[in-house]
């Protein structure tokens, strides 16, 4: 059932009115449960509860976004699409508190924190792996400490609801997994698999169900967990008139 400010088409934040015209790019939760939403180059916070703009940032201006991350301090962490650019961190009201990383690598759908967010999963889908940035504590800089998940070509993201697991895509027909030079992989296509950074072990999957079998457009971009954790929410890429959304 919609809700009552269903559909979303402008945004207000202070007395100034954005139409959402441009691509989306992706949605997240602050640890308010506000609708964090990145359209191209501009991240908002959204009230669940009304549908009204909180707050609004461009990290890079006319750089198109990844979907954002959130610690348990409700700090967000956004990164360009596009390698090169900066992993930037701001607070719960968006004002910029520096940058993680000055310069990413590899093109990139999404990234996750850890709870503390001390600890950064960059899933860099040309990289075909994840690179960890890690510092000691919120006073000290990043630096990238680990790699993990060779021959993921990951471009969705998301802890489970008991925050214990990190469930990422695995690649898609355009960007296969199992491609990291000199290492021999097995992992399906189209799936989200369940990590566990504190054994680095694979502990669960779920699987796209393909409208088109093999179709390089149902790329897996989103996955979302309902609040008893018993149900997941699926979606991919793709222009079709195909269900986005899968149960």
């Not at 390698?83 to 999404?110: C, E, H, K, M, Y």
Request: glycine letters at 10%.
């Amino acid at each position: 059932t919609p809700a009552s400010f269903s559909p979303i088409k402008t945004i207000t934040i202070g007395g100034v009115t954005d139409t959402l015209f441009n691509s989306n790019r992706g949605l997240k939760t602050d640890n308010n449960g506000n609708i964090l939403y990145a359209a191209f180059d501009k991240l908002y916070r959204i009230n669940y509860q009304t549908g009204e703009g909180i707050d609004a940032v461009q990290p890079v201006v006319g750089m198109t976004l990844t979907a954002p991350a959130t610690d348990d301090l409700g700090n967000v962490f956004t990164a360009p699409v596009i390698p090169g650019n900066p992993i930037s961190v701001f607070t719960t009201d968006f004002t910029f508190l520096g940058n993680a990383v000055d310069a990413s690598v590899g093109f990139s759908r999404t990234l996750e924190v850890s709870h503390d967010g001390n600890t950064i999963y960059w899933t860099g889908y040309t990289n075909n792996l994840i690179y960890i940035y890690s510092r000691p504590s919120e006073f000290d800089p990043f630096t990238l400490t680990d790699s993990t998940l060779f021959g993921f070509a990951c471009e969705s993201a998301t802890w489970s609801r008991d925050g214990n697991l990190l469930w990422l895509s695995s690649g898609s027909g355009l960007t296969p997994p199992n491609a990291y030079p000199g290492v021999t992989t097995y992992y399906s296509n189209a799936t989200w698999y369940a990590w566990d950074p504190a054994t680095n072990q694979i502990v669960d999957s779920l699987k796209w169900v393909f409208n088109t079998p093999g179709s390089p457009d149902e790329r897996p971009r989103g996955l979302a967990f309902s609040p008893d954790g018993r149900y997941a929410y699926v979606t991919c890429f793709g222009g079709s008139a195909y269900p986005a959304f899968q149960k």
